[in-house]
């Protein structure tokens, strides 16, 4: 049986790393002033962040159900057999619900995977799945073990501007405008379904830094084997990059640690220089 590995781009997974990996990426829109972009292909997060910042008018959406259908068609005519397609959370998006609809019109050939997490939560699961596909594992056995297993993760992430929050529809205007002028920045967490403020930090967003591993260091206390620690962040530089990489690997030896940029379906949202750290268990 010769199984194909499929993912949104919500899992932060670049062109690149899917060549590299043997995964197939179906690219979430971005839409701006009812134009339609893809990150990687025709727009960069700084080009989003500028449409933003002029006052145009953005949003995310779920991937059409025709480019999805085309593209598992294509998958097929390649030669697999199966698909396992692992897009983002249920709880954060219709996707899944549109992918599980339009798979039963496959005979079982694509097989839909609720696994509740999203960026490099989901990445971790992307690379597990890989890993039991080359372990010859069938694709109920990896739907089984990904769903069992969605909620033993977690996301903490740090937003410097509430704008962009208040853009998309998450907090109100007053709240944005003094939060940015006490310089009050909050703390997202995301488990499985849910998006909550965590924490609301004042000062310098670095202070959110030392909450997070204070955090994550509590939640890992005594479950600190086989865990991978993704970091991301959103129009960082790479000094920032760096010490925020070193910080959490001088926390966390025990770790994988690794970096990638938030993807733009996400960062649209949270805006430059957000910051986050996910954690997942490493089970196979």
Not at 60 to 78: C, E, H, M, R, Y
Not at 113 to 137: C, E, G, P, W
Not at 173 to 198: C, D, M, Q, R, Y
């Amino acid at each position: 049986m010769k199984i194909a590995l499929c993912t949104d781009t919500t899992a932060g997974i670049s062109l690149k790393q899917a060549e590299n990996l043997g995964v197939y990426l179906v690219h979430m829109p971005i839409i701006i002033d009812g134009e339609v972009f893809y990150e990687e292909k025709n727009i960069s997060q700084k080009d989003i962040f500028d449409a933003v910042n002029s006052g145009k008018k953005v949003s995310t959406s779920q991937p059409s159900a025709g480019g999805l259908v085309d593209l598992w068609d294509k998958i097929l005519g390649d030669g697999f057999d199966q698909i396992i397609y692992i897009p983002m959370s249920s709880g954060l998006s219709h996707s899944y619900k549109t992918a599980k609809m339009l798979s039963s019109n496959y005979n079982g050939k694509v097989i839909v995977v609720d696994n509740h997490r999203i960026s490099v939560t989901l990445k971790n699961s992307v690379l597990y799945a890989k890993k039991m596909i080359d372990q010859n594992f069938d694709s109920q056995e990896i739907k089984s073990h990904l769903e069992n297993d969605s909620f033993n993760s977690k996301i903490y992430l740090a937003v410097k501007d509430l704008n962009y929050l208040r853009n998309g529809g998450r907090i109100g205007f007053t709240t944005a405008f003094l939060g940015n002028f006490l310089s009050i920045h909050p703390i997202l967490t995301i488990e499985g379904f849910k998006v909550n403020i965590f924490a609301k930090i004042r000062g310098n967003i670095d202070r959110c830094e030392s909450k997070i591993i204070e955090t994550v260091k509590n939640d890992l206390k005594f479950n600190d084997k086989h865990v991978s620690i993704g970091l991301a962040g959103s129009g960082i530089n790479d000094d920032v990059k760096n010490n925020w990489i070193n910080l959490v690997k001088s926390n966390f030896p025990f770790a994988n640690v690794y970096y990638d940029p938030l993807p733009a379906n996400i960062s649209v949202h949270t805006g430059p220089e957000s910051i986050g750290i996910g954690f997942s268990f490493e089970n196979i």
